[in-house]
């Protein structure tokens, strides 16, 4: 009898301790496959990523488990950052439209996916819903935002003047009204450099696929306006930059508290604001989103009356300031030796505003047709294309000078130097793509992986988009493709980097609503900084390897953090690509 009991429980110990290794290995073994977890076009390409040296084939199954297609294990030509080859599974001859797991014998089945048209249509508007959740000075209602509705924070309406901005009209201690824009990123706080590339981005979505984004609906409170939503919802921070002007031209570098707030919801957050420092970033930036807002809203003379006039002649003025004022330089350490209450919130200091002068007269160059203005500023200095962030915005100036060829291949000289410079930027950014462990453009280099490198996959995304638009070439838009499936599952950790979407993405941002609330899931739509290896926020993550530096941690804002800049190039690259879907072939 005794020993029939021992028997008995050796035997449920033994089960026990089979199952969780079992389900340890399912776990392991669905983290070694990595793809877009959301999905795939039907005539698109399509890839996994096996890390596996045993591994040698994989079948795509039906969520019921029939075996549709089956194929064969390829090893990459290079190994990763931490120096192990991958195996890849190309399924793109496989078009049905369906739900669908890719198995691999030994492995396991990976999360599920779709095939199918418009597969990211939900994630695109998303992409651009999160910046109504991000609007401050009004309430975030529930039939706009289900749970995550939210009372208004923010008011903005008596903001102080900062002795550092202090003017003889404008005293320190003077009240302003400077309400409305987004909340940067996870704290409470409008920075004029970063609304600028964040609206230039989605105002260029506008701008190369005005019909499809014509057709996008995203249920706010000016829905139905007679406005495309994109241009209601960009509006809603440009007003606010408006506001951001002195009488005299210079734009205020930032309006904010004097140090970041706690992890509290916005209403909750009550300390004093301050406009601080004119800067002569911030004003370039300004003047060149105000030049391209005022030709798109010329188009919308009914819906908006006066606004594009207006937004000329702001610009007009700040680029003046700008041009007397060249080296405003923000800095807060040589700012808080001079001027009191000191100011330790995000910086977006640049110390080379060389490429802020040339965004700013390209735009105005575009709008306005003066070549005087590409006279003013030399706009290509050097054969350098940096690659779009806050602090580099060279290109984007390029972008809209390109994106207008019609108008101005005529009249501008330099018009075809500046064509061939960025289809050569272009090319070199695809070169040896394709043997590389994970197929895509972002992880070629480990120096993508700074903070905030999911911005850098959109960026890059958003250039070939572009080179595709110019050229007709479809290599640049499947290779733009391969950085959205980066950003969504095909990548060093296996997250599906953006809040809501996939079957493993972040539940923890560094993003002050999303913690302070009470609601579980975070605020949906919104991209993460993703993986960089600096731990500046001193929070240990799992692995140093560049791609695979993340952690999805509250604390942990070098890489968990969301932001207007990166939500946006993530916004351009998904539209775009649902705008083109059916040239993918
Ligand atoms: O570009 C250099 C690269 O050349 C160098 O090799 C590398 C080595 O670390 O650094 C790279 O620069 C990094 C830069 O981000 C890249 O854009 C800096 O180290 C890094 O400190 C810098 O971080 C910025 C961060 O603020 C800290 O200042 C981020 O760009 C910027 O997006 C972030 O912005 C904050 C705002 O200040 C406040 N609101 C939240 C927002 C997002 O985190
Ligand atoms: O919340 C802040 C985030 O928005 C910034 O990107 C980051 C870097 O400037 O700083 C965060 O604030 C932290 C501060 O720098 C240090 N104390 C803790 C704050 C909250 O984590």
Same mark, same amino acid.
């Given at each position: 009898m005794l020993m029939f009991k021992r028997l008995f429980i050796f035997f449920v110990v033994f089960l026990i301790l089979a199952t969780a290794i079992c389900y340890g290995q399912a776990d392991d073994g669905i983290q070694k496959i990595r793809l877009n977890q959301v999905g795939f076009y039907p005539d698109g390409p399509k890839i996994a990523i096996v890390l596996s040296a045993k591994a040698s084939s994989f079948s795509v199954q039906t969520t019921a488990g029939k075996v549709v297609f089956r194929g064969a294990l390829k090893k990459s030509l290079q190994p990763d950052f931490a120096g192990n080859y991958t195996r890849i599974a190309d399924f793109t001859s496989f078009r049905t439209p369906g739900k669908y797991v890719l198995n691999v014998p030994g492995i396991n089945s990976s999360y599920p996916f779709e095939i199918s048209e418009s597969v990211h249509n939900q994630l695109a508007n998303a992409s651009l819903k999160a910046y109504y959740f991000m609007r401050a000075s009004i309430p975030i209602e529930k039939k706009y935002a289900g749970k995550w509705a939210r009372p208004k924070g923010h008011p903005d309406e008596m903001v102080l003047i900062h002795s550092s901005a202090a003017t003889s009209q404008r005293p320190e201690g003077t009240l302003i009204s400077s309400p409305g824009g987004w909340y940067d990123a996870g704290d409470y706080n409008k920075y004029i450099v970063n609304s600028g590339i964040s609206v230039y981005t989605l105002l260029s979505l506008y701008e190369d696929f005005p019909e499809h984004m014509k057709t996008v609906k995203l249920n706010i409170p000016e829905s139905g306006n007679g406005l495309p939503d994109l241009l209601n919802e960009t509006l809603w921070n440009i007003r606010w930059m408006l506001t951001m002007q002195d009488d005299d031209g210079g734009v205020y570098h930032k309006l904010t508290n004097t140090e970041f707030d706690g992890m509290i919801m916005p209403d909750k957050a009550t300390k004093p604001r301050y406009v601080v420092m004119k800067s002569t970033a911030a004003t370039l930036d300004f003047a060149a989103v105000m030049a391209q807002s005022a030709r798109i809203f010329r188009n919308f003379p009914t819906q908006l009356p006066g606004l594009a006039d207006t937004c000329l002649r702001v610009a007009k003025k700040a680029f003046a300031w700008a041009r007397a004022n060249p080296r405003e330089l923000y800095n807060r350490y040589t700012m808080n030796a001079r001027f009191s209450p000191k100011i330790t919130t995000g910086d977006y200091g640049d110390n !080379?505003?060389?490429?802020?002068?040339?965004?700013?007269?390209?735009?105005?160059?575009?709008?306005?047709? %003066?070549?005087?203005?590409?006279?003013?500023? !030399?706009?290509?200095?050097?054969? @350098?294309?940096?690659?779009?962030?806050?602090?580099?915005?060279?290109?984007?100036?390029?972008?809209?000078?390109?994106?207008?060829?019609?108008?101005?291949?005529?009249? $501008?000289?330099?018009?075809?130097?500046?064509?061939?410079?960025?289809?050569?930027?272009?090319?070199?950014?695809?070169?040896?793509?394709?043997?590389?462990?994970?197929?895509?453009?972002?992880?070629?280099?480990r120096s993508n992986f700074v903070w905030g490198s999911n911005s850098i996959a959109? %960026?890059?995304?958003?250039?070939?988009?572009?080179? $595709?638009?110019?050229?007709? !070439?479809? @290599?640049? =838009?499947?290779?733009?493709?391969?950085?959205?499936? $980066?950003? =969504?599952?095909?990548n060093g950790t296996g997250y599906c980097y953006v809040t809501s979407y996939g079957s493993k993405s972040p539940m923890h941002p560094h993003h002050r609503p999303s913690i302070a609330d009470t609601v579980a899931d975070p605020v949906p739509g919104l991209v993460v900084g993703g993986a960089q290896p600096e731990m500046q926020d001193h929070i240990r993550v799992p692995s140093t390897v560049p791609d695979e530096a993340y952690i999805d941690d509250d604390k942990a804002y070098a890489t968990n953090e969301v932001a207007i800049n990166w939500n946006a190039p993530l916004a351009y690259l998904v539209n775009a690509i649902e705008a083109l879907q059916g040239q993918l072939q």
């Amino acid at each position: 009898m005794l020993m029939f009991k021992r028997l008995f429980i050796f035997f449920v110990v033994f089960l026990i301790l089979a199952t969780a290794i079992c389900y340890g290995q399912a776990d392991d073994g669905i983290q070694k496959i990595r793809l877009n977890q959301v999905g795939f076009y039907p005539d698109g390409p399509k890839i996994a990523i096996v890390l596996s040296a045993k591994a040698s084939s994989f079948s795509v199954q039906t969520t019921a488990g029939k075996v549709v297609f089956r194929g064969a294990l390829k090893k990459s030509l290079q190994p990763d950052f931490a120096g192990n080859y991958t195996r890849i599974a190309d399924f793109t001859s496989f078009r049905t439209p369906g739900k669908y797991v890719l198995n691999v014998p030994g492995i396991n089945s990976s999360y599920p996916f779709e095939i199918s048209e418009s597969v990211h249509n939900q994630l695109a508007n998303a992409s651009l819903k999160a910046y109504y959740f991000m609007r401050a000075s009004i309430p975030i209602e529930k039939k706009y935002a289900g749970k995550w509705a939210r009372p208004k924070g923010h008011p903005d309406e008596m903001v102080l003047i900062h002795s550092s901005a202090a003017t003889s009209q404008r005293p320190e201690g003077t009240l302003i009204s400077s309400p409305g824009g987004w909340y940067d990123a996870g704290d409470y706080n409008k920075y004029i450099v970063n609304s600028g590339i964040s609206v230039y981005t989605l105002l260029s979505l506008y701008e190369d696929f005005p019909e499809h984004m014509k057709t996008v609906k995203l249920n706010i409170p000016e829905s139905g306006n007679g406005l495309p939503d994109l241009l209601n919802e960009t509006l809603w921070n440009i007003r606010w930059m408006l506001t951001m002007q002195d009488d005299d031209g210079g734009v205020y570098h930032k309006l904010t508290n004097t140090e970041f707030d706690g992890m509290i919801m916005p209403d909750k957050a009550t300390k004093p604001r301050y406009v601080v420092m004119k800067s002569t970033a911030a004003t370039l930036d300004f003047a060149a989103v105000m030049a391209q807002s005022a030709r798109i809203f010329r188009n919308f003379p009914t819906q908006l009356p006066g606004l594009a006039d207006t937004c000329l002649r702001v610009a007009k003025k700040a680029f003046a300031w700008a041009r007397a004022n060249p080296r405003e330089l923000y800095n807060r350490y040589t700012m808080n030796a001079r001027f009191s209450p000191k100011i330790t919130t995000g910086d977006y200091g640049d110390n !080379n505003v060389g490429d802020e002068f040339i965004w700013a007269a390209s735009e105005l160059y575009v709008t306005t047709g %003066n070549v005087q203005y590409t006279k003013d500023v !030399n706009l290509i200095p050097n054969d @350098k294309m940096p690659l779009p962030s806050w602090s580099q915005v060279r290109l984007l100036g390029y972008y809209s000078i390109l994106r207008h060829s019609e108008q101005l291949r005529a009249h $501008y000289p330099d018009f075809q130097k500046l064509q061939k410079q960025f289809f050569e930027f272009a090319e070199a950014m695809i070169a040896g793509t394709d043997s590389t462990a994970y197929k895509d453009v972002i992880q070629k280099k480990r120096s993508n992986f700074v903070w905030g490198s999911n911005s850098i996959a959109g %960026n890059q995304g958003m250039a070939l988009i572009l080179a $595709y638009k110019l050229s007709g !070439n479809k @290599k640049f =838009l499947k290779y733009a493709l391969s950085n959205l499936d $980066y950003l =969504l599952g095909r990548n060093g950790t296996g997250y599906c980097y953006v809040t809501s979407y996939g079957s493993k993405s972040p539940m923890h941002p560094h993003h002050r609503p999303s913690i302070a609330d009470t609601v579980a899931d975070p605020v949906p739509g919104l991209v993460v900084g993703g993986a960089q290896p600096e731990m500046q926020d001193h929070i240990r993550v799992p692995s140093t390897v560049p791609d695979e530096a993340y952690i999805d941690d509250d604390k942990a804002y070098a890489t968990n953090e969301v932001a207007i800049n990166w939500n946006a190039p993530l916004a351009y690259l998904v539209n775009a690509i649902e705008a083109l879907q059916g040239q993918l072939q």
